[in-house]
């Protein structure tokens, strides 16, 4: 059954559904819709200190948060799951490949950077993207360099710890 629709919001007519989902920005149009998980206080709260969206930071700093989170979790994979994990020099091959992969997504960081992309849109989560970020050739670029600088740098304290580990633990116990 076709429900009716409210021709003044271009909204379905049956009140339950004004409930909880709304056009986002009150306009329709845009293709975007508010509902209960990306409009809640919550998700715009963890979104928002994410770095690519947090206020205040500058490029440099915000690249190098992801990349060392990046580099920091992809050196587990690698040197626990990887084809030298029953090796003396699993934590060393994991090193590498994190560091290898680091370098390819570095190099499609600076691919996207030179496409021209489009400036970061409002969205229900982030309605005030950050201005200097993702916004222009350059800022993607300044991007890629500190991403790539975050993720060696990550992988590098991960492999630290992984190899001195029984060293750590005998500090504490």
């Known amino acids: 059954m076709a429900q009716a629709v409210d021709a003044s919001k271009n909204l379905p007519s049956d009140p339950r559904n004004r409930e909880v989902v709304f056009p986002a920005f009150g306009d329709p149009q845009l293709g975007n819709l508010e509902t209960p998980v990306n409009a809640s206080p919550l998700s715009k709260w963890f979104i928002n200190n994410l770095p690519a969206y947090r206020q205040g930071i500058s490029p440099g700093r915000r690249a190098v948060e992801v990349g060392m989170a990046h580099g920091y979790w992809i ?4 040197a626990k799951l990887g084809p030298l994990r029953d090796s003396a020099d699993a934590n060393l091959a994991g090193l590498l490949a994190a560091i290898g992969l ?9 691919l996207y950077a030179n496409s021209n992309p489009p400036k970061a849109l409002p969205s229900v989560t982030v309605p005030k993207p950050p ?3 993702f916004n222009s050739k350059e800022s993607w670029n300044d991007f890629a360099f500190s991403f790539l600088i975050g993720g060696i740098g990550g ?9 001195n580990l029984a060293s750590i633990q005998s500090l504490f116990g």
């Open 75 to 78: 050196f587990g994979p690698f």
């Open 155 to 163: 992988a590098v304290v991960a492999y630290f710890l992984t190899s």
């Open 131 to 133: 201005a200097d970020a």
């Open 102 to 110: 680091v370098v390819v997504l570095t190099g499609a960081l600076s």
